[in-house]
């Protein structure tokens, strides 16, 4: 089956920094992302839906200059989360829906902002 | 707007005995219901959907749109299933999907 790929699967940052997350489909093309964020024991809550070639679209409530998303190839859509805080520390995971209905989830990213 | 609630956050249950997750939806067009699980360090992956009406690993799932549920069953629970297991929606148009909050199965020996 296809998968989708993210890097790195844990990063360590201080506050006020910058980190990029990356996620890539690695054996099909992918026009669309989608980025998750997962707290501890909590469900997956969309953030945003990553569109090759245009803007972002976010959901409600999602601070879009915090988290900025790329999706700069058919196959690769970045997450930079800025300024981070350590209310940021979060499991961040990312899908890409495949030829039918199914969706293909990386394995996700841990971000610990201290 | 859509929304997905799993009542039951964990459901410990012993290997052989049959086990239940719940699900319900509240969503105004026609939705497509999935589940999803999520095994100790591996990433989610999908179960099954309404439209195939298939079993997979034993579990099966009825969509009841009287009820607005899709309950995840399978008759005799084994220790492998113990995982993470998320129910969740897609409208009729696009790729989003809405999740429920998770149900923890733990199956004891």
């Known amino acids: 089956g296809a998968v989708v790929s993210q890097h790195p699967s844990w990063v360590i940052c201080k506050s006020g920094t910058s980190v990029k997350i990356e996620c890539r489909s690695l054996?099909?093309?992918?026009?669309?992302m989608f980025w998750y964020r997962q707290f501890p024991k909590q469900s997956l809550m969309l953030m945003a839906t990553?569109?090759?070639?245009?803007?972002?679209?976010?959901e409600q409530g999602v601070e879009k200059d915090k988290f900025l998303i790329n999706h700069a190839s058919l196959t690769l859509s970045t997450l930079t989360v800025t300024s981070a805080h350590p209310e940021d520390s979060s499991f961040y995971i990312c899908s890409a829906p495949g030829n039918t209905y199914e969706q293909y989830f990386g394995p996700g990213t841990r971000l610990t902002v201290t | 707007a859509q929304r997905v609630t799993q009542p039951e956050k964990l459901l410990s249950v012993f290997k052989g005995a049959p086990v239940e997750l719940k699900c319900n939806y509240s969503?105004?067009?026609?939705?497509?219901l999935f589940w999803y699980v999520q095994y100790s360090r591996q990433r989610l992956q999908l179960l099954l959907r309404?439209?195939s009406r298939e079993s997979i690993k034993g579990f099966t799932a009825d969509l009841n749109k009287g009820e607005t549920s899709f309950h995840l069953k399978k008759p005799f629970a084994q220790e492998e299933d113990s995982a993470m297991y998320y129910c969740?929606?897609?409208?009729?148009?696009?790729?989003?999907?809405?999740f429920g909050g998770g149900t923890r199965v733990l199956v004891k020996p």
């Open positions: 969740a929606l897609r409208r009729a148009a696009g790729n989003k999907l809405t």
């Open positions: 309404h439209i």
């Open positions: 969503y105004s067009g026609s939705p497509e």
């Open positions: 990553s569109n090759e070639g245009s803007k972002a679209t976010y």
């Open positions: 054996d099909f093309q992918a026009t669309t």
